[in-house]
């Protein structure tokens, strides 16, 4: 198995990412929520949305596997973890710790000293718990969209 490099997201990736967030929403996010959360979630998370998100200062990396992108993630305001996506092909191969380690390094390179937060769909909360996050509240239902509030230890 060829492992995953880890690299800044540049404007050319930005059709693969949301092609990618798309996909795996459908299967894995937006299943369970009402129609129009569905309709809404993908909407607010597609490839203008995701531009905007870098314009407005996320920061973006993507994983790559001999050349094709096969993960990405997302933080906003440096502490805020956005968006975490893998491909179903290559899920359970730590290429989310990976992309998280990275992220979560130039988050701390950047000043941020305290806790790291995340609002995980309910597919993924095993994933975050990998990762060193903790439920801080049940699951929310915010317009349809079902997501839990999630947090990392300051030192994790």
């Not at 933080?75 to 956005?82: I, M, T």
């Not at 899920?91 to 990976?98: E, K």
């Not at 950047?110 to 993924?124: E, K, L």
């Amino acid at each position: 198995m060829t492992p995953a490099s880890i690299r800044p997201m540049v404007a050319a990736d930005l059709p693969i990412v949301a092609r990618l967030l798309h996909e795996l929403a459908e299967k894995y996010i937006v299943p369970e929520f009402v129609p129009t959360a569905r309709i809404s979630f993908l909407s607010k998370n597609d490839e203008g949305a995701i531009a905007q998100f870098v314009a407005d200062g996320f920061c973006y990396h993507v994983a790559e596997i001999d050349g094709e992108i096969v993960g990405f993630v997302g933080v906003r305001d440096n502490r805020h973890l956005y968006h975490l996506f893998v491909a179903a092909l290559y899920h359970r191969r730590g290429i989310a710790r990976q992309l998280w380690d990275v992220a979560s390094l130039e988050c701390r390179a950047r000043g941020h000293t305290g806790a790291f937060t995340v609002n995980s769909s309910n597919n993924a909360v095993a994933v975050y718990e990998r990762l060193g996050f903790r439920r801080t509240a049940p699951v929310q239902n915010s317009g349809g969209v079902l997501f839990n509030p999630m947090a990392s230890s300051a030192d994790a």
